[in-house]
């Protein structure tokens, strides 16, 4: 079949092969026929070395498809239902699952760096987050696939995958923003356009979208950003909304430490900072003691939207159903396999691009 592959990472290509396959299902795994799949920043961080990924390996985690086959031991799951996959599985027993934080679950994250389910050239190879979903084919554990509805487009359920769950979960499961509130986005790509939603979701009365591409201002507020500026003129309008007093909830969606210290420093004392964007392990940020005692701000982590994925999935198609979630529109482009690579070279050239999709025959 075919799969794009990351022959070593900081490899800024990836191989487009047809000599890959799939390991055949374990007890309680599935095997899924990628219908579509987004191309996410993410991936460009396991490319680069941001993230962790193991090369070679098959991109891409951004999924949705149909069931083909599954293990002697699957019950939830049957040949020909329409899934949604997730890279963090929760698997329903371990102390984050029973507590509530199923985004937290390390039990299948743990095989993703263990248990290589594709063959690249008669090798072993591993799925970037224990996915791969850059391939006509893939095989995961059943607990990362929620079955959806058959009318549900594929590109729409990829889109729920990350995407979608990351930025709207932020908002409402991370910060829990409160109606009324004022609200500023560092970083308007995919995710930030996610965010944007999420408060407008959230009935946010002031929503500012922060990025220095001009193109995305006007993308920004068609998902319902109230105001949007390039990172020079967010002081202005700080003082011109708040009386400089700093907005509620500031995220950050980049993941560098200057960002993530702007949103800080955005934040008005006893708010929220939420960091979303995905940085290096090796990038730090400062904070004094004293500031962080005096100004009573909460910062948050917020990964992968602190989502229970078989919770929200069903919950983020009912907005999307209600026209209160729009999906099809941060769709910027829709792409085949064969043309992965130039829509990473888009990805990292910014613009007003949103999402590109991979379509699969």
Not at 63 to 73: D, F, M, N, R
Not at 122 to 138: I, R
Not at 280 to 306: N, P
Request: charged letters at 20%; a negative charge.
């Amino acid at each position: 079949m075919k799969a794009a592959v990351l022959n070593q990472v900081g490899d800024d290509k990836l191989e487009l092969r047809d000599d890959v396959t799939t390991t055949a299902p374990g007890p309680q795994e599935v095997k899924i026929k990628i219908r579509a799949c987004g191309v996410c920043h993410s991936d460009l961080s396991a490319m680069d070395g941001t993230l962790p990924a193991l090369a070679p390996g098959v991109i891409g985690h951004e999924g949705a498809g149909e069931v083909v086959e599954i293990g002697s031991a699957v019950t939830q799951l049957a040949v020909g239902d329409h899934v949604a996959i997730t890279f963090v599985p929760p698997c329903g027993k371990c102390a984050q699952c029973v507590t509530g934080q199923s985004h937290l679950c390390l039990i299948h994250t743990i095989s993703a760096f263990t248990s290589p389910r594709f063959v690249v050239g008669g090798n072993p190879a591993f799925g970037y987050a224990g996915l791969g979903a850059f391939a006509e084919e893939m095989v995961v554990p059943a607990d990362a696939a929620v079955k959806i509805d058959d009318d549900v487009p594929w590109e729409v359920a990829a889109l729920l995958s990350c995407g979608i769950l990351t930025g709207v979960g932020a908002v409402l499961n991370t910060a829990k923003v409160e109606p009324g509130s004022s609200v500023a986005v560092i970083g308007c790509g995919g995710v930030g356009v996610a965010v944007i939603q999420g408060a407008r979701l959230a009935a946010a009365a002031k929503i500012v979208a922060v990025d220095p591409v001009v193109e995305k201002h006007e993308v920004a507020q068609r998902f319902g950003a109230t105001h949007a500026t390039a990172p020079d003129g967010v002081a202005d309008l700080n003082n011109q909304l708040n009386m400089g007093m700093g907005f509620d909830y500031v995220f950050d969606v980049v993941g560098i430490p200057a960002t993530i210290r702007q949103a800080w420093d955005l934040t008005r004392r006893g708010g929220h900072t939420v960091v979303v964007g995905a940085g290096r392990a090796d990038a730090m940020v400062s904070f004094s003691a004293q500031e962080l005692f005096l100004h009573d701000k909460t910062l948050h982590g917020s990964f992968y939207g602190t989502a229970n994925f078989r919770r929200d999935v069903p919950r983020m198609i009912a907005l999307w159903r209600q026209g209160r979630l729009d999906l099809e529109g941060m769709i910027s482009k829709r792409i085949k396999l064969e043309d992965v690579n130039e829509g990473l070279q888009a990805l990292r050239g910014g613009g007003s691009l949103i999402r590109q999709v991979i379509l699969f025959d």
